[in-house]
């Protein structure tokens, strides 16, 4: 057990008066808390315990002058009363961890087939009309189209090489100027203008030129030919 005594709170003071207790028996302090008021004859000076313990008996009435280092009061260790020091408050529980919602699952899009593409040899209804009114069996076309697609410009091709027993009143017009041309004349033309008279069956030597000299030109050749496909079948 440890006692609390009147401490020394200046070089010459000899005795203290308590002033006021800041305890009481059974108080529980710890070092450095303020535990009484002593008056110095100067001041008003609160004290602070030196140990730590349950206050079991406070010795000096109030208002009581003591000399310096007389007991004011007994601390123990233990409580006088075999109550232990109260601990502190336990904490509410922890809460329990919050339930995360479940993941939201992004609707998956079925794919989007593709279109199939026509199949080889498909013929359009436009392009099976201008066949027919043309006079050609689109089962022997050749198509050059997407995967075989028959075009229109397949079908004018195979018409303007298709025989015919009678020429186009236009083709025959348009021949009419080749009369004049001596035998054994050399037909003048552009180079793409022959390419595009091999690709369709047409001998220049039938075509009318519009070009310089009598020169015979793409646009001559494709407008023969075209005379030669919208002829009458006989």
Known sequence: MGEFRMPALGADMEQGRVVEWLVKPGDYVHRGDMI???????????????????IAELLVEVGTTVPV?????RITQTPATGAE?????????????????PPVMAPVEAPVEAPA???????SPPVRQLAHRLGVDTDTVRGTGKRGAVTRADVEHAAAR???????????????PEQSRPPGRRVRSSPRARS????????????PGTGAGGAVTEAD?????????????T
Do not use: M, Y
């Open 36 to 54: 009484a008021v002593v008056d110095t004859e100067k001041a008003d000076i609160d004290v602070e315990s030196f140990e730590e313990g349950v």
């Open 69 to 73: 280092g007389a007991a004011l009061a």
């Open 85 to 101: 020091p109260t601990a502190a408050a336990p904490g509410t529980a922890p809460s329990a961890p919050r339930a995360e919602p």
């Open 117 to 123: 593409a026509p199949a080889s040899g498909f013929v």
């Open 162 to 176: 298709k025989p015919s027993a009678e020429p186009a009143p236009a083709a025959a017009a348009a021949a009419e």
């Open 196 to 207: 595009v008279a091999e690709s369709l069956g047409i001998e220049l030597a039938g075509v």
């Open 221 to 233: 050749v494709r407008r023969f030919a075209a005379a030669a496909a919208a002829a009458p079948l």
